[in-house]
């Protein structure tokens, strides 16, 4: 964020004649504008199917947000982010090792963000393995939206490629084109690209008030730009484009399919 004076004369008491250090709104913007990734902001809400209003027991099939996490995510923003000091620090557990991939965002003037908030990268995807089982028709859905495959191998070494064997369908998955595809009940595996998506879990600066022109007759009030902590979101539940839920392939029994 930008500044107005960077020398700062040493005080042991408030001066009114002190020529502070000022934070320029209009500078730290373009600064996040210039600088920063185009992303999307949504308006996260707790899903009010609750055993009860004290409890946070979350009904498992739940038809309202249609999630495990318990989280509505309504109402999306177009803005700019600048991202910073990226965090991989890594946890140890039973379960394995993995990297949280925790960044810091700075979001420009009049963008609220609270915690849990979805925030979806716009113009930069990041890279996916996985396994997945042939179904029944031309669809096979994906843990995460595909942008592009890079590779797509079967059970039995044969590669296929991106527009001639299969497209990425307009909700992210693999759409088979002709005949030659994996018969049903085989095993694939893929390298693909997906958006990048995150939630906010700690805010850094949040409720920064101030006033420009102290020293004028008329004063405008501004809130400052919030920056938060936020972490790569793995839990992603997908939904098509009429924000329908996408329900995961079916484990087909080779010997019965």
């Not at 930008?2 to 040493?10: G, R, S």
């Not at 250090?21 to 996260?44: C, F, H, W």
């Not at 029944?136 to 296929?160: T, W």
């Not at 939630?199 to 022109?213: D, K, P």
């Amino acid at each position: 964020m930008a500044v107005i004076n960077k020398k700062i004369p040493k005080t042991k008491s408030f001066d009114p004649t002190f020529n502070t250090i000022s934070l320029n709104p209009a500078k730290a913007n373009q600064m996040i504008e210039d600088q920063g990734a185009r992303v999307r902001v949504y308006r996260t809400v707790l899903c009010p199917n609750r055993k009860s209003i004290d409890s946070a027991e979350h009904e498992i099939d739940c038809q309202i947000c249609q999630t495990k996490d318990g989280f509505i995510d309504l109402e999306p923003v177009e803005t700019w982010a600048y991202i910073g000091n990226q965090d991989l620090t890594k946890q140890f557990n039973e379960e394995g090792v993995w990297d949280e991939q925790g960044v810091v965002m700075t979001f420009p003037t009049g963008i609220e963000v609270f915690y849990w908030a979805k925030i979806e990268m716009l113009d930069f995807t990041t890279p996916m393995i996985e396994l997945v089982q042939r179904q029944d028709g031309d669809i096979d859905n994906l843990k995460y939206p595909a942008h592009s495959v890079n590779v797509l191998i079967d059970i039995d070494g044969i590669r296929y490629h991106q527009d001639t064997d299969f497209q990425v369908g307009v909700n992210g998955n693999i759409q088979w084109l002709g005949a030659r595809r994996p018969d049903k009940g085989k095993i694939y595996t893929l390298h693909y690209n997906y958006p990048v998506t995150f939630r906010a879990v700690n805010a850094v600066h949040i409720n920064r008030f101030s006033q420009l022109g102290a020293k004028q007759p008329h004063k405008e009030p501004i809130e400052l730009p919030q920056q938060w902590n936020c972490k790569r979101d793995f839990l992603i539940e997908r939904k098509d484009l009429d924000e329908n839920l996408l329900t995961p392939n079916k484990i087909i029994n080779e010997q019965n399919p």
